[in-house]
């Protein structure tokens, strides 16, 4: 079955310990996955896949030590991106 390209919006807020990043979908994300630890090894995300519908979001907190670029915590893997 194919799926639309993914769209979304995404905001990454610090917080204590990490950040707050927030997802919200303008299309179907299907298995929706942030990845911290592709910049940070010990990264910890306190979700692991979610599935949104349009108008739904999910906020994921990501623990980490480290200074983070948003575009690393957000980017897609797919050609699709967000926006």
Do not use: H, K
């Not at 639309?4 to 303008?26: I, K, M």
């Not at 599935?51 to 980017?75: I, K, W």
């Amino acid at each position: 079955m194919a799926f639309p390209d993914a769209r979304y919006d995404a905001d990454v807020q610090p917080s204590p310990g990490g950040y707050t990043v927030t997802v919200l979908a303008r299309r179907l994300l299907r298995d929706l996955a942030l990845l911290p630890d592709r910049p940070d090894p010990a990264a910890s995300l306190d979700e692991i896949i979610v599935t949104l519908l349009p108008g739904e979001s999910a906020t994921f907190t990501v623990t980490t030590a480290r200074q983070l670029e948003a575009e690393a915590l957000t980017m897609s893997s797919g050609a699709a991106g967000g926006q």
